[in-house]
């Protein structure tokens, strides 16, 4: 048992179990435009690794199956992948939502002129990176000139409707830029609205903070900079206990290109598949044994419960 089970059995005493599978996360792949200093999943230019058409098929047969509501597309930059658009359709025609993270500077890249406007087409929820409304922030975790792509993505989606019409949201992801906690979410969220509006007259819906993950590039920089320890003894002190019963592992699934299934897209990046006896891959979806799966934690689910708690859905309470 490790650290952050045995905090859990003080809540729980039979441990961590997912209740439900109300989204499948679905990574199609680490090839993104960009390399950021706070990536989880390494993710660049050079990754080559892409989800296949047959997988995202026994996707779309797993989420009827367990007739999830929300598929939730990630990556690397999940745009750039070649079946992106046909998966997508696919998924809609099927009923479910879908959901898009987005990292904004894709959508500038040749050949997406149009991925905007079939964003809307097809009602396409949006999450995008906007770790700060600073440029020199944003700079410093994304690299030059990203500050400037991002704002003007944003200005494209805004005059489609995004972050203003209730059928197309467009959530702004905030993670901190060091080995800290993030701010509260909903003040951070007025502060982005006002200097965003006030600077670049752009909108969106909701603002999301999410925890960095000691893992990936955050962890080597990390490790490079000897806070390891410290970093995680804030997570470990920050445990909150009422972030428990809204994890996303115990409502998600998470699916990775090669379709190992995961708790989350976290333990994805550790390599650690769904086990205590449950299917580990899409080809064998049983979404019975899936759906109340114990989930596989780590000393990174720290990160998951520090302060007001961090999913890919924002702060937790
Ligand atoms: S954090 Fe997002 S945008 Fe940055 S490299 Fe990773 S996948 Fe790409
Ligand atoms: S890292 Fe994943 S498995 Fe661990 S608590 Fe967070 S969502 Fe759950």
Not at 5 to 15: A, F, M, P, T, Y
Request: hydrophobic share 35%.
């Amino acid at each position: 048992m490790n650290d952050f089970e045995r905090q859990i059995v003080r809540i729980k005493s039979d441990g961590l179990y997912s209740v439900k599978i109300e989204t499948l996360q679905v990574n199609l792949g680490l090839l993104c435009n960009q390399q950021c200093t706070h990536c989880h999943l390494e993710a660049s230019p050079q990754r080559t690794e892409m989800m296949q058409w047959p997988t995202m098929q026994l996707v779309l047969e797993a989420s009827k199956k367990a007739g999830c509501q929300l598929a939730d597309l990630t990556g690397g930059a999940p745009e750039l992948h070649p079946h992106f658009r046909r998966f997508v359709a696919a998924l809609r025609q099927e009923g479910l939502s879908v959901q898009v993270r987005t990292n904004l500077t894709v959508l500038l890249e040749p050949g997406m002129e149009e991925m905007p406007e079939f964003f809307r087409a097809h009602r396409v929820r949006l999450v995008a990176s906007m770790p700060c409304y600073l440029e020199e922030n944003v700079r410093a975790q994304r690299g030059v000139g990203t500050y400037e792509k991002s704002v003007a993505a944003i200005k494209i989606l805004n005059a489609l409707g995004y972050g203003s019409d209730p059928e197309l949201p467009l959530n702004l992801v905030y993670n901190p830029g060091g080995p800290f906690l993030p701010p509260p979410q909903s003040a951070l969220e007025e502060d982005y609205r006002r200097e965003l509006g006030r600077r670049f007259n752009i909108t969106f819906t909701r603002l999301l903070t999410i925890t960095n993950m000691p893992l990936g590039r955050f962890r080597a920089e990390l490790i490079r900079k000897k806070g390891k320890e410290d970093y995680m003894q804030l997570l470990r002190e920050s445990f909150n206990p009422h972030t428990v019963k809204g994890l996303m592992c115990c409502h998600q699934l998470s699916v990775g290109w090669d379709g190992t299934l995961y708790d989350c897209d976290f333990n994805l990046a550790l390599g650690l598949p769904v086990n205590h006896g449950t299917p580990d891959h899409i080809r064998f979806f049983r979404p019975k044994e899936l759906r109340t799966r114990r989930v596989v934690t780590g000393e990174h689910c720290f990160a998951c419960t520090a302060g007001a708690g961090s999913s890919c859905g924002g702060a937790l309470v």
